[in-house]
């Protein structure tokens, strides 16, 4: 299996500038999250699917990120307009929900943004 | 307010040293992971205690979950260069289909 896949693997664009992050998540896989990594904040998780349903996005940080899964086989991660503060590291990870509790969340390589 | 504090943030020790790095909290959870990330990729799972009290063994590395589940520690033995990694906490407050909350993670560098 190729894992999840990410893509860009670097962005680089302007303040204002729409910017799209994508996510292949591992087939068979019911779950799909996403994150964001800085170095002042660390980890946080953005949003997750299950089953390609939203089920939280209240760590969205505002109106300018829009997440979409309109397949199982594929996610989007949107910011528009993009400011200097979204600079990060982003994060796409799926999982096999199965309820037991011990599931494992695989992470792809991320999208390092920078907003100039 | 992190809801997972981790420390120490920066560790940087000898190979064939010891160490413990620590995950906080005063929330409870379902589940705890530690997983491990190297610069330019993303986190690897080590990890997942779900008991209370529960104790695992991954070669040199023991994990342990508080009885609580609020915290849970992870001890190296013989620390070797290939330790060296970005190790982070993470719990899941609700079941397994949920979002994981990360502490801000442990920087380990292991100095031959």
């Known amino acids: 299996d190729a894992g999840v896949i990410q893509s860009p693997r670097h962005e680089v664009t302007e303040m204002g500038q729409e910017v799209t992050l994508r996510c292949k998540p591992i087939s068979g896989h019911n779950s799909l999250f996403w994150y964001r990594q800085t170095m002042m904040r660390g980890l946080e998780l953005l949003i997750y699917?299950?089953?390609?349903?939203?089920?939280?996005d209240s760590g969205m940080p505002e109106d300018r990120f829009s997440a979409k899964m309109p397949n199982a086989s594929f996610s989007t991660l949107k910011i528009q307009p993009s400011e200097p503060r979204d600079s990060a590291v982003y994060f796409c990870?799926?999982?096999?929900?199965?309820?037991?509790?011990?599931?494992?969340?695989?992470f792809g390589p991320g999208t390092r943004l920078l907003v100039l | 307010t992190q809801l997972l504090e981790q420390s120490p943030q920066f560790l940087s020790i000898q190979e064939g040293e010891n160490l413990t790095v620590y995950c906080n909290s005063s929330s409870v959870f379902s589940s705890l992971q530690w997983y491990r990330q190297e610069p330019g990729e993303g986190p690897v799972l080590l990890v997942t205690v779900v008991t209370g009290g529960e104790v695992k063994k991954l070669k040199r590395l023991t994990f342990q979950f508080g009885d609580a589940r609020k915290d849970s520690s992870l001890h190296i033995t013989a620390a070797q260069p290939g330790d060296t990694g970005l190790y982070l906490c993470a719990g899941a407050l609700g079941g397994g289909a949920d979002g994981l909350t990360f502490g801000k993670g442990t920087h380990l560098i292991i100095q031959p």
């Open positions: 699917f299950n089953n390609n349903v939203p089920i939280d």
């Open positions: 990870a799926s999982s096999l929900i199965s309820g037991t509790g011990r599931e494992t969340q695989y």
